[in-house]
T-cell receptor, first 114, second 112 residues
Framework: AQSVTQLGSHVSVSEGALVLLRCNYS??????LFWYVQYPNQGLQLLLK??????LVKGINGFEAEFKKSETSFHLTKPSAHMSDAAEYFC????????????FGKGTHLIIQP | DVKVTQSSRYLVKRTGEKVFLECVQD?????MFWYRQDPGLGLRLIYF???????EKGDIPEGYSVSREKKERFSLILESASTNQTSMYLC???????????FGPGTRLLVL
């Protein structure tokens, strides 16, 4: 069975600092990997995804993530944090394209200090 | 843009009531999903459907049922609401063969 571990339920960074949100997964087959963001009282919005091909994936709002098969990781980064990045971030994995549901991590709440 | 709408943003119900949560998508997607979101637990899959009148159990189906009579509409039913079903419920949809799920805004349900 697939699973996702997000290290750190809360991460606090200063505005302008590097953002690093960690995600490790387990999967019996090559996975599809996702990062979603949730702003307060809203649904989830896709930040980026890895399916096949290039292992460094760029998403919206300056975020990117790198798929490292040897480390079973898909960490999310952003070079310079902005106040508007404060939100809940979810890493998710799927083994089947489209038909099955996603398996989510427990989420990381990103706090931006002024 | 894909639009997934949910019938209510907030609901308050009493224990034992039958509760219907409605989800509609406007992109003719084949697959639809219901998740519940709880603090510290992330999102967990309740049920999903890959076609009209078809349904599959997810990870936590107990206490829930679903209905999909039309392709664009997927309903989650709480036959007899209980306080432990107080949660945020999120609906999602995706095109068959595509991996990206599109989410609705969520329904925050409080069962008293």
């Amino acid at each position: 069975a697939q699973s996702v571990t997000q290290l750190g339920s809360h991460v606090s960074v200063s505005e302008g600092a590097l953002v690093l949100l960690r995600c490790n997964y387990s999967s019996s087959v090559p996975p599809y990997l996702f990062w979603y963001v949730q702003y307060p009282n809203q649904g989830l919005q896709l930040l980026l995804k890895y399916t096949t091909g290039a292992t460094l994936v760029k998403g919206i709002n300056g975020f990117e993530a790198e798929f490292k098969k040897s480390e079973t990781s898909f960490h999310l980064t952003k070079p310079s944090a902005h106040m508007s990045d404060a939100a809940e971030y979810f890493c998710a994995v799927s083994e089947v394209r489209g038909a099955d549901g996603l398996t989510f991590g427990k989420g990381t709440h990103l706090i931006i200090q002024p | 843009d894909v639009k997934v709408t949910q019938s209510s943003r907030y609901l308050v119900k009493r224990t034992g009531e039958k509760v219907f949560l409605e989800c509609v998508q406007d992109m003719d997607h084949e697959n639809m999903f219901w998740y519940r979101q709880d603090p510290g637990l992330g999102l967990r899959l309740i049920y999903f459907s890959y076609d009209v009148k078809m349904k599959e159990k997810g990870d936590i189906p107990e206490g829930y049922s679903v209905s999909r009579e039309k392709k664009e509409r997927f309903s989650l039913i709480l036959e007899s609401a209980s306080t432990n079903q107080t949660s945020m419920y999120l609906c999602a949809s995706t095109e068959g063969g595509e991996e990206t799920q599109y989410f609705g805004p969520g329904t925050r349900l409080l069962v008293l």
